[in-house]
């Protein structure tokens, strides 16, 4: 059964590790998750974008394919599927549709409109039992081929969004989804600092999590950070495994063209990335 995310990040902070989001695209992806978290007994967020769900169909398909795996890989440690930037009515739809934590990202409006917007989904999701995340500071990715950097989060405007009742937030530290340019400074540990200390026990949200260095990642949990988004990192896992299975023609020996034999590598390049950072962020035997 799916939980919402509210406990296991609350725990994450106290024993001071992370939990893991992985976003998810496919069958391949959320099994291959699934499967590792389990192995691992390890708390788990699957992460949906507003793309990604229409992608897969929509988002009651994805609900019912998540149930099902549940129940006949029969998962038992903490599941949470978690709608990644929403917009206002993305999140209603998923909270209708059977999500079980939504993120709310107001971050592109000014902070009173994000204020209003928040408080209005903290209370919808609360009522049905959801965890949410709110987002202070955009966080910057590749755009157009143009890679942002991340901006840094003003700290009153976290403590202004955390005292709303949402239950985790991601602020801005510098952090950028994709893979970070040449000359990218870092993580602003500053920022993060300044805003742990403003919102007291709030669960953070460090997304971005692709090509953040090892030291970073360690240094970010120990400062807050109960959550960190990975999604590039495993697109990237699952694109070489597949080339690779090409470009040897296994696709054109015996059945090779069969999707269950083609997109099998890529299927264990996910469960590898997943196993590499679950031990990285600390979770594994937490569940
Ligand atoms: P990456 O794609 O950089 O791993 O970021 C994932 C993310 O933050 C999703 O919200």
Not at 130 to 147: N, P, R
Not at 149 to 155: S, T, V, W
Not at 207 to 225: C, E, F, R, Y
Request: glycine share 12%.
């Amino acid at each position: 059964m799916l939980v919402s995310a509210t406990e296991m990040l609350k725990k994450a902070k106290a024993g001071h590790y992370a939990v893991g989001q992985f976003n998810i695209n496919n069958l391949e992806w959320t099994k291959s998750i699934l499967l590792t978290a389990q192995e691992l007994n390890s708390p788990v967020i699957l992460g949906v974008s507003e793309g990604a769900g229409k992608y897969m169909g929509g988002y009651h398909a994805v609900v019912g394919m998540v149930n099902g795996l549940l129940q006949d890989l029969n998962i038992t440690v903490p599941v949470a599927l978690h709608l990644d930037h929403g917009s206002f009515e993305g999140c209603y739809k998923c909270i209708e549709a059977g999500f079980s934590s939504i993120m709310f990202d107001g971050s592109h409006y000014a902070i009173d409109e994000n204020v209003a917007k928040t408080t209005e989904l903290v209370k919808a999701a609360h009522d049905k039992g959801l965890s949410i995340e709110a987002e202070v500071g955009s966080i910057g990715g590749e755009e157009d081929g143009v890679v942002g950097m991340g901006e840094c989060a003003d700290p009153n405007e976290c403590k202004a969004i955390a005292d709303l009742g949402i239950d985790f937030l991601a602020a801005g530290i510098g952090n950028i989804h994709g893979k970070y340019p040449e000359n990218w400074k870092g993580l602003s540990f500053e920022t993060l600092d300044a805003v742990q200390q403003k919102t007291g026990d709030m669960p953070l949200v460090l997304h971005g999590g692709t090509g953040i260095p090892a030291d970073m990642i360690k240094k970010a949990i120990s400062l807050g950070v109960a959550k960190i988004n990975v999604n590039t990192e495993c697109q990237l896992a699952f694109a070489a495994a597949t080339r690779k299975y090409v470009e040897e023609g296994k696709d054109l020996q015996g059945k090779g063209f069969d999707p269950r034999k083609l997109l099998a590598p890529g299927a264990e390049a996910i469960k590898a990335t997943v196993k590499e950072k679950m031990e990285l962020f600390g979770s594994v035997g937490q569940a």
